[in-house]
């Protein structure tokens, strides 16, 4: 024996389909092939079987011969080419004759290799080799995540479509597990996307350390785990599980997951924390064709983050549901501004002090023809996730800046305008010019308009956030950070960011004074705020009790239902009329 001949296939598992109508020629090559390792043989005798079988079997390369009676090779060789699910199959062609133009007609038809008979061991055992290791090369490129080495969402598509066949037949369930890291932009924004890629290959590492070591998994052998995970998109993992028992298997393996998730990840000298949302969709109580299946479980995802995320969430009628009306939202938004079905509500910031309207915050609404009113927290993060919120983000400047204008016009104080900024809106390098030009078309003074972000508008890149806002700046609008407290930011862009104002969130508020915590970081983020000469403001303050101990405290602006309630436009006008007096009551103490 040669020593090529000595050596054992890397590619043990790969399955090799003979067509032939002699036997005794497919025992032999079978029996050479053995020799090398391969253990996976289908033998095919009556040639009109061949296609049929090829796209049932999928074998990673097939010994063709040419001559057969009823169907001849180079007959299934054009079939074969002709499909779209086989026209790259790896097919060497075995021949007997010598004769160039049948070599020339195979290799038209798409052969990529030739056997004569009779067949050469050695030639036989390197040109299957050679055949797999081209295979394998471009299964690599076209199924393989080049990130984290994990199957694609191609080859993960592939699988559970294959899984459900098999289900089918042994009527078994499969599960689809979705798995979403929380918050993962904010590291790629936070720590640069190459630290992003580092965090996804080590997720990809823990959660095959996962699967390994959970029994459901283990029983299919050490590959077991890596031939049921990919990696589908961005942040997106997919697992498939099959031959399941029960679902306090998928329940253990889900915990598992979140579990070698929650050890920190150390990434560039820091430890970062992830969690993830995991969607659970099952074949085929749940969707009977892999399109659905898969969009159920994402379903099933989104719902998981919708509820506070680090979960897992079985699809259920209430999410595909909820996921229907997600649907028809973002259908129905598509038109909102051209049949002009928004309007903006006004909430007034008053003076703690003097008990005067300081301003207004312009809070969005959506009058659905159907629906009647929509709260903005419906539809704003589907506004968000559709790229829809650039467009109504600037109808809610234009219309702000346009009312602030208009209430001046009619003889009121001049007040100022807060108008919220999502954070798409706002990373868009257009932003302050789109800013600028609002002001400069409706006339409004600058100095009035307090754009709203969260603190997760400012993490990531330090300098071009910082430059944003500085630009923001430097046309005399303020900036504010809404929500303040709830964010998970460090605390040190107050000192570098040019922010004038923090509105303390209304978590905080509700259960002042009367709980101790609660009270003491209000107190907190009160006394910050006063050093760092910034104005601050408290949000949902509903009773007297909470009033007067902001108003102890010196905070500057109070916001909330005990005030007003957010109102239309002439309804705001009214109020501020009618309010003046009772303003100078509150200046007395009374
Ligand atoms: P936000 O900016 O923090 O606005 C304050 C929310 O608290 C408003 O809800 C307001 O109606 C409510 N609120 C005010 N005082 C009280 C109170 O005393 N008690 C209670 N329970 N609630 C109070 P709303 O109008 O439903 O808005 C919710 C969120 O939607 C806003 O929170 C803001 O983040 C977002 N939003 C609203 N309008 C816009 C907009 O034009 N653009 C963007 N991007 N987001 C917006
Ligand atoms: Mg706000
Ligand atoms: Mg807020």
């Not at 061949?50 to 054009?78: C, H, K, T, W, Y």
């Not at 298997?249 to 560039?268: K, N, T």
Request: charged share 25%; net charge negative.
């Amino acid at each position: 024996m040669s020593d090529i001949q000595q050596q054992k296939t890397p590619f043990y598992d790969a399955t090799i389909m003979m067509i032939d109508d002699e036997p005794l020629v497919m025992e032999v090559l079978q029996t050479c092939l053995e020799e090398h390792g391969y253990r996976f043989f289908v033998k095919i005798e009556d040639s009109t079987q061949a296609v049929d079988a090829i796209i049932s079997e999928r074998p990673d390369v097939v010994l063709l011969d040419l001559n057969m009676p009823n169907m001849d090779g180079f007959a299934i060789l054009q079939e074969l080419r002709n499909n779209r699910d086989t026209k790259y199959l790896s097919v060497i062609v075995l021949t007997s004759s010598n004769d160039s133009s049948t070599k020339l007609k195979a290799l038209e038809l798409g052969a990529t290799d030739f056997l004569a008979k009779p067949v050469d061991r050695s030639e036989l055992v390197l040109r299957i080799k050679n055949s797999l290791t081209v295979k394998a090369y471009q299964d690599q490129l076209a199924y393989y995540d080049t990130l984290t080495q994990l199957p694609n969402r191609k080859l993960f598509l592939d699988r559970l479509d294959w899984a459900i066949k098999c289900a089918i037949r042994e009527s078994s369930q499969v599960a689809v597990l979705n798995i979403a890291i929380d918050r993962f932009q904010q590291v790629n924004e936070l720590l640069g996307t190459q630290a992003g890629d580092e965090l996804l290959v080590e997720v990809s590492r823990r959660l095959l350390k996962g699967l390994r070591e959970s029994d459901t998994v283990s029983r299919g052998g050490p590959e077991a785990a890596w031939r049921n995970i990919a990696r589908l998109s961005g942040d997106e993992f997919s697992i498939l599980l099959t031959d399941l028992k029960n679902s306090s298997q998928i329940v253990a393996i889900a915990e598992r997951l979140r579990s070698v998730l929650q050890e920190p990840f150390h990434l560039r000298q820091r430890e970062i924390y992830i969690t993830a949302s995991i969607g659970i969709a099952l074949f085929p109580k749940d969707a009977d064709t892999t399109d659905t299946l898969m969009k159920h479980a994402g379903a099933a995802t989104a719902y998981a983050k919708e509820k506070g995320r680090d979960c897992y969430q079985f699809f259920s009628a209430e999410i595909n549901a909820a996921a229907q009306q997600r649907m028809n939202v973002e259908h129905s938004l598509r038109r909102v501004l051209e049949r002009n079905e928004l309007t903006l509500y006004y909430q007034p910031k008053i003076c703690a002090a003097t008990g005067a309207i300081k301003g207004a915050e312009a809070l969005l609404r959506w009058r659905h023809p159907q629906r009647g009113f929509i709260p903005p927290n419906e539809f704003i993060p589907v506004a968000e996730d559709s790229g829809m919120i650039t467009q109504i983000g600037e109808w809610v400047l234009r219309s702000a800046c346009e009312q602030n204008v208009q209430w001046q016009q009619n003889g009121l104080a001049s007040l100022s305008m807060s108008v919220n900024v999502s954070a798409q809106q706002f990373r868009d390098n257009k932003f302050p010019s789109i800013v600028q030009k609002i002001l400069s078309d409706t006339g409004m003074d600058p100095e009035l308009l307090v754009l709203e972000i969260t603190e997760g508008v400012l993490m990531g890149d330090r300098d071009r956030v910082g430059d944003l806002l500085f630009k923001i700046k430097s046309i005399g609008a303020l900036l504010s950070i809404d929500d303040f407290g709830t964010g998970y930011s460090s605390l040190s862009y107050l000192k570098t960011f040019p922010i004038d104002e923090l509105k303390i969130d209304r978590s905080f508020i509700v259960d002042t004074p009367a709980d101790g915590d609660s009270a003491a970081i209000v107190r907190t983020i009160v006394a910050m705020a006063r050093s760092l000469d910034l104005q601050v403001v408290a949000e949902g303050v509903e009773d007297d009790a909470q009033f007067q101990f902001l108003r102890e405290l010196s905070c500057d602006q109070i916001q909330g239902y005990y005030f007003a309630k957010p109102m239309p436009a002439q309804e705001f006008e009214a109020f501020c009329r009618q309010r003046a007096p009772a303003a100078q009551d509150i200046a007395k103490g009374a």
